[in-house]
């Protein structure tokens, strides 16, 4: 446990180093300040739109915060040849696997967690109404879509170069977001083999949108009850288990030849 | 895995290119460029007007046609989301209007955007300088539109400025000769409306003949229509007082926003079909197709 902790510490002071967290904290100030100046008709009163937006863009930047992280760790310390120093210590593929994962939802989790203060923080500004524990279920249930997709970019980038599997990573997490919910609606204008393949898809893709509770935090409506919160968690866990040892399953038994690396 | 998520994308790409396509064709420009703006544009501006719809609807979106339901995903889903059919009244109606406003924004040039914003605006939020400023805003981008100056003639009777309702009904109505789709059962309707206006203005204002002719206009267009006949006749026997006029056009105004205001209900578990391109005598609610008679 002590190996995967430092692991994730590692992870962690990397991310603090780059700038990517700022600049996209700064880019959803300034949307958000954008927002609250636009001037509809000098129509008062009106704050629903600033939750709305922000919160699209949270989830926007959490995505490609959530991706970038996790698809960069294993390639960039094999590029770099800093694996070698940390599997030479006695700590498992396992373990540094699971290290990186935990260190790369931390990361994202604490960053979706800000992006989600700021946004709050300006939609009370602008006089909006927030039910707070609403607000808490959908930042919960996000921080576990967001284990998910970093559990998924693990997987893939235990294999693949960089550029490759964070290419695969956008598009199955892009899919995953927006065709296989509105799968049943293409099926209804689609037949044969086009209707067999949105079917295989739409059951074997994750399906994030059952994550997704921006609606009740936009229009006001109560929390969630415990079941569905309960069996979204479930589900969130299973994908992330899945994914993790999937990752594991890649790692395990790779080779590394010092001349082929970097 | 890679390959099912290669073939899954490209299969998305397939099915969204289809509404994609249509709009490239549609837009009639040669650039490849400009019709890839084009289309880029309307786009935004449908899926804002979407928006605007959501609001209305408090968060529940609008029904579309499903090949299946049920899963265990869709019941989730659907757990999750607002699943009362309510609408915003009132003052909470303002909430829709900073999406139209985008919308309008993205492209100017669809007037359904302004008209349903200045509808609600005007007879829910009680804003009618903000929905008239809106209106002026339409009619700079689209200078020849019948339905914007019907629109605000309308606002304007209602807050009784009848000089400048008469004006904005004789645009309208000469905006309407030359409108490219007037041969429509909507916009004939469009024009009776219009036409029964004035005819109430220039009765209210002792010009007989003059309402007597625009009432004859609408016979010619609907000529089953006997109470238009009778009060034909009543004017040229003088049997009704010309002071009646200003309380007719109030009663007819009231009963039509009313029609608008509960139309919102009834169109919105059978809308789905599309949205409008342009003004078709509907409700003025996003997605709502459906005419208003």
């Given at each position: 446990?002590?190996?995967?902790?430092?692991?994730?510490?590692?992870?962690?002071?990397?991310?603090?180093?780059?700038?990517?967290?700022?600049?996209?904290?700064?880019?959803?100030?300034?949307?958000?300040v954008?927002?609250?100046?636009?001037?509809?008709?000098?129509?008062g009163?009106?704050?629903?739109?600033?939750?709305?937006?922000?919160?699209?863009?949270?989830?926007?930047?959490?995505?490609?915060?959530?991706?970038?992280?996790?698809?960069?760790?294993?390639?960039?310390?094999?590029?770099k040849?800093?694996?070698?120093?940390?599997?030479?210590?006695?700590?498992?593929r396992?373990?540094?696997?699971?290290?990186?994962?935990?260190?790369?939802?931390?990361?994202?989790?604490?960053?979706?967690?800000?992006?989600?203060?700021?946004?709050?923080?300006?939609?009370?500004?602008?006089?909006?109404?927030?039910?707070?524990?609403t607000?808490?279920?959908?930042?919960?249930?996000?921080?576990?879509?967001?284990?998910?997709?970093?559990?998924?970019?693990?997987?893939?980038?235990?294999?693949?170069?960089?550029?490759?599997?964070?290419?695969?990573?956008?598009?199955?997490?892009?899919?995953?977001?927006?065709?296989?919910?509105?799968?049943?609606?293409?099926?209804?204008?689609?037949?044969?083999?086009?209707?067999?393949?949105?079917?295989?898809?739409y059951?074997?893709?994750?399906?994030?949108?059952?994550?997704?509770?921006?609606?009740?935090?936009?229009?006001?409506?109560?929390?969630?009850?415990?079941q569905?919160?309960?069996?979204?968690?479930?589900?969130?866990?299973?994908?992330?288990?899945?994914?993790?040892?999937?990752?594991?399953?890649?790692?395990?038994?790779?080779?590394?030849?010092?001349?082929?690396?970097? | 895995?890679?390959?099912?998520?290669?073939?899954?994308?490209?299969?998305?790409?397939?099915?969204?290119?289809?509404?994609?396509?249509?709009?490239?064709?549609?837009?009639?420009?040669?650039?490849?460029?400009?019709?890839?703006?084009?289309?880029?544009?309307?786009?935004?501006?449908?899926?804002?007007?979407?928006?605007?719809?959501?609001?209305?609807?408090?968060?529940?979106?609008?029904?579309?046609d499903?090949?299946f339901?049920?899963?265990?995903?869709?019941d989730?889903?659907?757990?999750?989301?607002?699943?009362?059919?309510?609408?915003?009244?009132?003052?909470?109606?303002?909430?829709?209007?900073?999406?139209?406003?985008?919308?309008?924004?993205?492209?100017?040039?669809?007037?359904?955007?302004?008209?349903?914003?200045?509808f609600?605006?005007?007879?829910?939020?009680?804003?009618?300088?903000?929905?008239?400023?809106?209106?002026?805003?339409?009619?700079?981008?689209?200078?020849?539109?019948?339905?914007?100056?019907?629109?605000?003639a309308?606002?304007a009777?209602?807050?009784?400025?009848?000089?400048?309702?008469?004006?904005l009904?004789?645009?309208?109505?000469?905006?309407?000769?030359?409108?490219?789709?007037?041969?429509?059962?909507?916009?004939?309707?469009?024009?009776?409306?219009?036409?029964?206006?004035?005819?109430?203005?220039?009765?209210?204002?002792?010009?007989?003949?003059?309402?007597?002719?625009?009432?004859?206009?609408?016979?010619?267009?609907?000529?089953?229509?006997?109470?238009?006949?009778?009060?034909?006749?009543?004017?040229?026997?003088?049997?009704?007082?010309?002071?009646?006029?200003?309380?007719?056009?109030?009663?007819?105004?009231?009963?039509?926003?009313?029609?608008?205001?509960?139309?919102?209900?009834?169109?919105?578990?059978?809308?789905?079909?599309?949205?409008?391109?342009?003004?078709a005598?509907?409700?003025?609610?996003?997605?709502?197709?459906?005419?208003?008679?």
């Open positions: 446990m002590n190996a995967i902790i430092t692991l994730a510490g590692i992870v962690w002071m990397n991310m603090l180093r780059r700038k990517d967290i700022y600049v996209l904290l700064i880019l959803l100030g300034v949307v958000l954008t927002l609250v100046s636009l001037d509809v008709f000098g129509l009163g009106t704050s629903a739109y600033v939750k709305d937006v922000g919160l699209l863009f949270t989830w926007f930047f959490g995505w490609v915060i959530s991706v970038i992280a996790s698809t960069r760790e294993i390639p960039g310390e094999e590029e040849r800093t694996v070698f120093t940390i599997l030479s210590k006695p700590v498992t396992c373990q540094y696997v699971a290290g990186k994962w935990v260190g790369v939802w931390l990361v994202s989790s604490v960053a979706v967690t800000v992006f989600y203060g700021l946004v709050v923080g300006v939609a009370l500004l602008k006089g909006a109404d927030l039910n707070p524990w607000l808490m279920q959908a930042l919960y249930m996000h921080i576990v879509l967001l284990g998910v997709i970093c559990a998924i970019g693990l997987a893939f980038s235990a294999r693949m170069n960089h550029d490759a599997e964070a290419t695969v990573t956008f598009v199955l997490t892009t899919v995953s977001f927006l065709v296989v919910p509105r799968v049943p609606e293409f099926m209804a204008r689609e037949e044969g083999f086009k209707a067999g393949l949105l079917m295989f898809a059951n074997l893709f994750p399906h994030f949108e059952v994550f997704d509770l921006r609606r009740r935090v936009v229009h006001g409506y109560g929390p969630v009850g415990a569905p919160v309960l069996m979204i968690s479930a589900y969130g866990a299973l994908l992330i288990l899945f994914f993790v040892f999937a990752a594991w399953l890649a790692y395990r038994n790779k080779m590394f030849a010092r001349d082929r690396m970097g | 895995m890679a390959l099912l998520v290669l073939m899954t994308f490209s299969a998305s790409c397939i099915l969204t290119a289809s509404n994609t396509a249509s709009l490239i064709t549609d837009s009639g420009d040669t650039s490849v460029a400009a019709a890839i703006m084009d289309a880029g544009r309307t786009t935004l501006s449908a899926w804002l007007y979407e928006k605007a719809d959501l609001y209305f609807h408090v968060g529940k979106p609008r029904s579309v499903l090949a339901t049920g899963t265990v995903f869709q989730l889903a659907e757990t999750l989301g607002p699943t009362a059919h309510v609408h915003r009244e009132g003052d909470q109606v303002r909430e829709i209007v900073p999406w139209l406003w985008m919308a309008s924004r993205a492209d100017p040039n669809n007037i359904q955007h302004y008209l349903v914003a200045s609600w605006l005007a007879h829910e939020a009680g804003q009618s300088d903000l929905a008239r400023a809106l209106l002026a805003e339409a009619r700079w981008n689209n200078p020849f539109s019948y339905p914007i100056a019907m629109e605000d309308l606002i009777l209602k807050h009784g400025e009848v000089n400048d309702a008469a004006s009904l004789n645009a309208g109505l000469a905006f309407w000769d030359i409108a490219k789709d007037n041969e429509s059962e909507e916009a004939r309707h469009d024009r009776s409306r219009m036409l029964l206006y004035r005819a109430l203005i220039h009765e209210g204002r002792g010009k007989k003949e003059e309402a007597i002719a625009d009432l004859q206009e609408i016979l010619r267009l609907y000529p089953e229509r006997k109470e238009i006949e009778l009060r034909i006749s009543e004017l040229r026997n003088g049997s009704q007082p010309s002071l009646l006029a200003s309380s007719a056009w109030s009663d007819i105004l009231r009963s039509d926003i009313d029609k608008r205001r509960e139309h919102e209900g009834c169109k919105y578990d059978d809308r789905g079909a599309g949205y409008s391109d342009g003004y005598g509907g409700c003025g609610t996003p997605g709502c197709t459906h005419a208003h008679h």
